[in-house]
């Protein structure tokens, strides 16, 4: 599609647009499969393992992850079953998801002055941060939450490639404006980059839970499937906006949801002492995950 009256359209015409797009990104052939495979109770581990063996780049990616120290296991992982065992079906599906969405946008040409890196480096640090919130809130599964920080944004992604220049009106307001780029698409956009991301996730059949993360990521939208997830990716968002660099002086948490501020309460009183620790694990997370093969 051309994107020239993007700016001019309804919410309801540009979801339609978006629809018929015919190369949206497509998930990689092996997580149809997984998925496939994971659907099924009877899958047994040997299964799953020659499954995922038969993509050997995306296997000897995952075991490399898994035997990162972003694991942390002390014995060495040899194989996917093995991975299988250890992790658990649905950890290695999210590893397999991870690092095949950003292979699946890697190399592409974005806008001007929009780097692919600074997108992903953003993402993964909100993977991080969502992972140690959930694993100091027990609110819900680390891994599910690592998943869903990852992706929270992938909507820009889509804007930028398939709707470029409604991105560039936005992009060039938030710089112009002082905005963020959520609030000059509230004034430019008819839709968010989180309802395309939901979008995007559900067309790729994602769990509703991940779903309705990426969809209301920005404003909490309380009749969700799983609230926590959402409340942690929501305050990690914030909380990566906040800590880039060094530059973490007079953190703004206003934007906050009050709900999601209350049940983090404890966590964003305490940022300051376990962020530091959070950010060398962001580091070494976009070393292996960012780092071409
Ligand atoms: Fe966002
Ligand atoms: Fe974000």
Redo the contacts with the bound molecule.
Sequence with gaps: MTNEDSQDMDAQTFLKKLEKIPDLPTLPNIVIKVNKLLQDPETSIKELGKTIETDQAMATKILRLVNSTFYGFRSKIRNIPHAIIILGFNNVRNALVSVAIIKTFSGKKTFEGFEMEDFWR??VA?AVTSKYLSEQSSLDSPDDCFVAGLL??IGKLVLCLHFTELFGLVWESAKEDGLSFYEAERKLSPVSHAQIGGYLAKKWQFPDSLVDSISN?HAIEESVSNLNQLIIVHTA?TI??NHKGDSEINPDYSTIDPVARRIMSGQLETVSEWFPDVATEIESACEFFLKED
């Design positions: 953003h993402s909100v929270h944004d990521h968002n990566a906006n």
